[in-house]
């Protein structure tokens, strides 16, 4: 093979490299989940299966959760007024941690009428990485909280996980999962940001190891090319 169609060759494989590392990038991996309820209300007990979706993208140094129903759950025998339900709920993590975090929302918007199923408006929290790894999002235990009483509608179903997300941890972080027991979660050592992480970030930095094969290729074409010539200077 002649020295310019080897160096051609050699740049089209350094090229191919770099596309093979970006296309390998890892992605969040969400679906809607079916979920059956089984809730223990004040006037007994009641069941409703709601299809369930959780999100989470980046925000400062974790992930903005968001846990949506798209159907109603128990319901009430007297008509709820505005601002009169307080949903919150948890969700189970797995894989690469461990535990739960919880997801708290506004209380109704709208009066809720008598013997309906409650809508329950998008719940939010934060979720802050101790691990490296993949971690799984699947819906926990529903609390509505209405006219003084609490309406506590948990899973029986064992729902797969709505969610999954690459994610890696802070530098010098201690490990351990991330739970909360009221609230969103977040990283008590102000002192230390953690890097933002996820499919973007994920896909740059292999999109920077991509161009440094493909300039490592190229380096070495360049020197095949360089040595060629100089064996002919010298014939």
Do not use: H
Not at 38 to 67: E, H, R
Not at 129 to 148: D, E, H, M, Q
Not at 177 to 189: C, L
Not at 190 to 219: F, K, R
């Amino acid at each position: 093979m002649s020295y310019p169609k080897r160096t051609a060759a050699l740049a089209s494989v350094a090229a191919l490299a770099g596309s093979a590392v970006l296309m390998a990038a890892p992605a969040a991996r969400a679906e809607v989940v079916n979920v059956n309820y089984q809730c223990k209300t004040p006037i007994g007990d009641k069941s409703a299966v709601s299809p369930i979706d959780i999100k989470g993208v980046p925000s400062g140094g974790g992930y903005k959760i968001t846990m949506s129903w798209q159907k109603g759950v128990s319901s009430s025998p007297v008509d709820l007024g505005k601002g009169a339900m307080n949903p919150s709920a948890t969700i189970e993590l797995g894989g690469a941690d461990s535990g739960t975090m919880s997801v708290t929302g506004p209380a109704n918007q709208a009066t809720v009428p008598a013997n309906t199923p409650i809508k329950i408006n998008d719940l939010t929290g934060t979720y802050t990485p101790k691990k490296n790894g993949k971690v799984t999002f699947t819906a926990g235990v529903l609390t509505i909280k209405a006219l003084g009483t609490t309406t506590t509608c948990t899973p029986t179903n064992s729902p797969g996980a709505s969610l999954t997300l690459d994610v890696t941890a802070a530098s010098g972080s201690s490990g351990g999962g991330t739970r909360s027991d009221s609230g969103s979660d977040s990283d008590n050592d102000s002192g230390a940001a953690l890097p933002q992480t996820g499919p973007e970030d994920s896909a740059i930095a292999l999109g920077t190891l991509g161009g440094t094969v493909l300039l490592a290729g190229a380096a070495g074409a360049l020197w095949l090319t360089r040595r060629g010539q100089a064996a002919r200077v010298r014939r």
